[in-house]
């Protein structure tokens, strides 16, 4: 029963950050069509399209979000079964050792594109470097925090 009020608070808190997340993407759909906008920036017709879909996609995310936290508060059963699919110790197991192994990958693919970058374009190259430094930084991080706390 602990767990669940925890996950109660936890819940609550994520479902308010993405009700206000639904609203950053409409914003910048929003100012993004300005005239002020659109004189500085040139928008090709393909991105146009593209720039819709990914739209579409991201607030179809958030929607999904918000209804999966609306649900656990609303529904006794789910609550509880989302509360045993978090506690579970073998899902966690397999949700860590998947982390890293996109994380070791992401790791490997970017070093490749990179050198590969390096022969055609200079932009290309520096902005997959300061990816791969970011993920980097962001892997030891995470693995000094998770050093000294276990």
Known sequence: MYAKEKMKKGVK????VMSLSAVLPIILLI?????FFKDRFVV????FVLRYA?????EGYIVFKIY???RFFCDVEYAD????????????????KTNALVIKILIYVSGI??????????????TILCM????????LFVYLYYSRKY
Do not use: Q
């Open 44 to 47: 090709y017709s393909d991105l």
């Open 54 to 58: 990914i739209f579409v996609l991201l």
């Open 132 to 139: 791969m430094i970011a993920v980097l930084l962001m892997y």
């Open 81 to 96: 079964l989302f509360v045993l699919r978090k506690t579970d110790e073998r899902l966690n197991f397999v949700r860590l």
């Open 68 to 70: 999966r936290y609306i």
């Open 113 to 126: 594109a990179m050198i590969t970058a390096g022969f055609f374009n200079a932009i290309v190259f520096y």
């Open 13 to 16: 808190i994520r479902l308010i």
């Open 31 to 35: 100012l993004f069509d300005l005239p």
